[in-house]
C-alpha cells in the first residue's frame, strides 16, 4: 500500500479509500482478485489475463503508474525459483509483463514485501533466499547486494536459515536484520543498492523469533525486541536505538564520502496539480563537492503523464568558494511536450499521478542526511478550482426584487406548457403548472435579461479565491426544472460543423436512465468542428446547443416571462481535469402576452 502525502487531500483521500481484496496460491484462472474505491463497503472484480503462467503471491496498487501489479511466481515442484510481475490498468501497461527476477519461494514460506513511503515505484520483496528490490514499480527487480568489509567480506546477505528476519526502509534507507543477528544498513538507489554490515549481536542464543526495526528519525534506527517476563505471562520489549552515523564512521575500509555539499528544494514531500496544458516550476540548489563530480539527476514515476524539462545553470559560490548550481525544472503533461511518441501517451480523459524526484548519481551509502528530493504530482482538478457566473446586472441592484423576498421563502409559478419533466422538451402535456421554491442560498439573485436579447452567459474561471478568466471553453446547459422555452440562435451548418453535433437528446439517449446532469461532460463530448465518431453533418438545420465565449451562438427566449434556474457544465475535454458546473437563475422578463385574435379575421371583420 503506497502512503500518500495529505490525507486531507482529495487525491490522497481516494488513495486510502482505495481497498484490495484476493486470496494467494491460486493460479490466474482461479485467482479472485477484487478492488474497492470507498474503502471496502463495495468490491468490483479485477480482470486479469488469465493465460498468465504461475500462481499468485501478492497484488499490489501501484498509484504512482496508475497500475495494478499482481506478482506471480514459477516456482514448481523442482524449487528453482522465479517470479515476475503483471499489470492490468491503463492501455499502455495492460497484460504487460515484468522482468524475471530470482524469488525462490516456497508454497509453505510466505513472501514478505515492503513499499517505501513516497510514492516512488520502489518495492523491496525477500525469502528465505532473496531480498531483490524494484525503482520501477516491478518492472524490473534486482538483488540487493552488499559491499565487503573487515568483518564482513561477502557481497551478498546471508542466505537459508540464517537469512533476512526483518526489514525496515524510509524513502531514502533501508536497514535488514538476518537470523545470524546481524544487521545491515544502506540507501535506495535507482542506479544501484547497496547494504553494509554496521553491527552484530555476539550472544550464543539462537534467535526463535524476528526483532523488529523501525526508523525513528532520518539516520536513526531503533530495535525491538520482546523479553519474556519473569513474574508473569507477559512480554517486555527491549528498546535499542542506533546511530547510523557514528556505525557507518567506524566502517573499516572507509566508506566513499557524500559527494554533496547541499541539495535543496522547497517542493519536498508536497503535493502538487497540473490541471491541462499547465506547467509546474521548481528551482534546486546544488553544491557538489570539488573534484566529485557529483551531479544530480531528475526522474518521474510515470513517464506516460508527466514530462519534464530541466536545466542546471551555475548560480554563483558558498562562503568556502564553492560553485554553486540551479537546476530549473519544468513539468507538465507528457501529451503536451511534443516528444513522446503517440501510443506512449496516457488519454486526455482520466487523471493520474506521478512522482518526479532530484537525486544524486552514485551518491554512496554515506550520505545519510542527503535525502532525494520527492514532490507528488497530481494531473488533476486542483481542488480549489471552480466556475462561477458573471453578474453584472441582476434584478437585485435594479430594484425589481428585494434580497429580503427572495430570502423569505419565496416561490414561484412555472407554466404548464413550457415545462418536461423529463428533459425531452415535449410540449402541451397533461401536467398542472410547477411550483417552485426558490433557494436563494444557492442562487442568489437573478441575473437580469430581455427576452428579445440573445444572451450567452458569461463564466469566471476562479482558483484559491483569485479570479483567473472568463472560460473560452465549450459549454452546455439545461434547465433544472425541464423548462424548455428558449431555444439556440446557431445551426449546426451556421456553426460551421463537419461532423453531426451532439444535442441533449442524442446524449440521453446514450444513458439508460436519463440524466441532464451526467449525460453531457467532458469525457462523452465530442467536437463537431472536427472529425469524430458521431459521424458526417447529415442534419445541416439542426440546432447547435453548444455555446462558447468566443464564438456567436446564443440562447434566444421564447415570449415567457419568468425565472430559468439554469446549470451550466464545461465540457471540453482539453480545457480542464476539472468537472466545472455552476447553477444560477436568470429573470427574464419584457415579454408581452402574445395576442389570442388573429389578425387577418380582425381586419376583415371590420372591412
Not at 555476539?202 to 523479553?227: A, K, Y
Request: net charge negative; with cysteine.
Amino acid at each position: 500500500m503506497d502512503c500518500c502525502y495529505s490525507t486531507s487531500d482529495p487525491v490522497c483521500n481516494q488513495i486510502s479509500n482505495f481497498v484490495v481484496a484476493y486470496d494467494i496460491g491460486n493460479t490466474a484462472e482461479d485467482s479472485n482478485i477484487f478492488y474497492s474505491d470507498d474503502g471496502g463497503y463495495t468490491f468490483s472484480t479485477l480482470f486479469i489475463n488469465t493465460e498468465t503462467d504461475g500462481f499468485l503471491i501478492a497484488v499490489y496498487n501501484f498509484v504512482s503508474i496508475a497500475q495494478m501489479g499482481m506478482l506471480f511466481n514459477q516456482t514448481g515442484s523442482n524449487g528453482n525459483g522465479s517470479a515476475y510481475f503483471t499489470y492490468s490498468g491503463t492501455s499502455y501497461m495492460n497484460n504487460r509483463k515484468g522482468v524475471v527476477f530470482s524469488l525462490r519461494a516456497y508454497k509453505n514460506e510466505t513472501v514478505l514485501s515492503i513499499t517505501p513511503p513516497g510514492m516512488r515505484g520502489f518495492i523491496m520483496l525477500w525469502t528465505k533466499r532473496d531480498l531483490v528490490f524494484s525503482f520501477n514499480s516491478g518492472l524490473t527487480l534486482e538483488p540487493i547486494s552488499v559491499l565487503p568489509t573487515e568483518k564482513y567480506v561477502n557481497y551478498s546477505l546471508p542466505k537459508y536459515e540464517k537469512g533476512v528476519c526483518s526489514v525496515a526502509v524510509t524513502s531514502n534507507e533501508v536497514a535488514a536484520l538476518t537470523k545470524n543477528k546481524k544487521l545491515f544498513y544502506g540507501t535506495l538507489d535507482i542506479v544501484s543498492t547497496k547494504m553494509v554490515l554496521i553491527g552484530e549481536r555476539n550472544s550464543s542464543d539462537s534467535m526463535t523469533h524476528c526483532e523488529v526495526l523501525m526508523f525513528d528519525t532520518t539516520g536513526m534506527l531503533t530495535i525491538f525486541n520482546p523479553v519474556p517476563s519473569n513474574e508473569s505471562e507477559f512480554y517486555n520489549f527491549h528498546k535499542c536505538t542506533i546511530n547510523l552515523q557514528d556505525r557507518l564512521m567506524n566502517v573499516r575500509p572507509h566508506l566513499q564520502p557524500c559527494p554533496v555539499e547541499i541539495l535543496s528544494g522547497d517542493f519536498h514531500n508536497k503535493m502538487y496539480y497540473i490541471d491541462m496544458k499547465k506547467e509546474l516550476h521548481f528551482n534546486i540548489t546544488f553544491v557538489p563537492k570539488p573534484g566529485t563530480g557529483a551531479f544530480p539527476y531528475v526522474t518521474v514515476s510515470n513517464p506516460h503523464v508527466l514530462g519534464f524539462q530541466a536545466k542546471l545553470l551555475q548560480d554563483g559560490y558558498t562562503y568556502d568558494g564553492n560553485t554553486k548550481y540551479r537546476l530549473q525544472i519544468t513539468a507538465l503533461q507528457q501529451q503536451f511536450t511534443g516528444i513522446a511518441e503517440q501510443g506512449f501517451q496516457d488519454d486526455l480523459f482520466h487523471k493520474k499521478i506521478s512522482t518526479l524526484t532530484v537525486d544524486i548519481y552514485n551518491k554512496g551509502i554515506f550520505c545519510i542526511d542527503m535525502h532525494p528530493l520527492t514532490a507528488l504530482i497530481a494531473m488533476d482538478c486542483p481542488p480549489t478550482k471552480h466556475i462561477r457566473p458573471f453578474k453584472n446586472i441582476t434584478v437585485c441592484n435594479k430594484g425589481l426584487f428585494h434580497e429580503a423576498k427572495l430570502q423569505s421563502d419565496f416561490h414561484y409559478i412555472i407554466h404548464r406548457d413550457v415545462y418536461d419533466p423529463f428533459f425531452l422538451g415535449r410540449k402541451h402535456l397533461d401536467q398542472e403548472d410547477l411550483n417552485v421554491s426558490y433557494s436563494y442560498k444557492i442562487f442568489g439573485c437573478p441575473i437580469l435579461w430581455y427576452y428579445d436579447s440573445p444572451w450567452l452567459p458569461v463564466l469566471e474561471l476562479w482558483e484559491d479565491d483569485k479570479f483567473v478568466e472568463y472560460v473560452p471553453a465549450d459549454f452546455v446547459l439545461f434547465e433544472i426544472n425541464g423548462m424548455h422555452s428558449y431555444d439556440y440562435l446557431l445551426t449546426a451548418s451556421e456553426a460551421k460543423c463537419i461532423s453531426q453535433p451532439q444535442n441533449w437528446n442524442r446524449t440521453f439517449q446514450m444513458q439508460p436512465y436519463p440524466n441532464p446532469h451526467t449525460s453531457w461532460n467532458r469525457i462523452s463530448y465530442r467536437n463537431c468542428k472536427v472529425p469524430n465518431e458521431e459521424g458526417p453533418l447529415v442534419s445541416s438545420s439542426l440546432k447547435y446547443e453548444v455555446l462558447n465565449f468566443n464564438e456567436e451562438n446564443r440562447i434566444i427566449f421564447s415570449q415567457y416571462n419568468g425565472i430559468y434556474i439554469f446549470k451550466v457544465i464545461v465540457v471540453d475535454t482539453i480545457y480542464s481535469y476539472c468537472e466545472l458546473s455552476a447553477i444560477f437563475s436568470v429573470y427574464v422578463l419584457g415579454a408581452l402576452p402574445e395576442s389570442q385574435i388573429n389578425p387577418v379575421v380582425q381586419k376583415l371583420k371590420y372591412a
